[in-house]
């Protein structure tokens, strides 16, 4: 099962919004309404942000954002913040192979 | 609150074993399913293995299948990952975590792992 794909790097200015998004497949993110995704600051372990495409668990900043179109499942952070620096990660259920698989990252910096 | 401690990781020579474990706490360990994650030096995540809540039910990813065996003992609220013919590419953190309404929702601070001669 290949990795989702996931712009690289995204970067925006203090206040601004970014989008983050993650492409799969009919077998992952277009047949199933369970994307989650992930902030792993440097050095730090890995922390739930969204789960089932756009429910946020508690303690989540609402200015974090999930949707889906098709094959594409993006993360939108509004008005972002210099703790918002870090790398990005979308997962997702597949019927293919594993039952989960991760997007390959993206690294946010924030202007 | 719950907590995830991952041990076991250290220096492997190829070929080797290893076996880590996750020792969990704060929560029903018996209500949830669990997983092991790695992650290269510098690079992304990787999905390896899960386990149902009785054990019955077993998933690798297929970089791994055949050479890890991932176990739990509910009794003793611990995770297992057994590493059979460890390779230079399994060199990675690997963290075990909770798995709750279809996501990770906790995570251990994990343990290194490098395969190296």
Redesign the interface.
Known sequence: QSALTQPASVSGSHGQSITISCTGFISDVDGYNYVSWYQQRAGKVPKLLIYDVSNRPSGVSDRFSGSESGNTASLTISGLQAEDEADYFCCSYTSIGTPWVFGTGTKVTVL | QVQLVESGGGLVKPGESLRLSCAASGFTFSDHYM?W?RQAPGK????LS?ISISGFTI????SVKGRFTISRDNARNSLYLQMDSVRAEDTAIY?CARER??????????TLVIVSS
């Open positions: 997983t994650i992304g995540l990787e999905w899960y998933y690798y990813a297929d963290y309404l279809r996501s990770l929702d906790n995570w251990g601070q994990g």
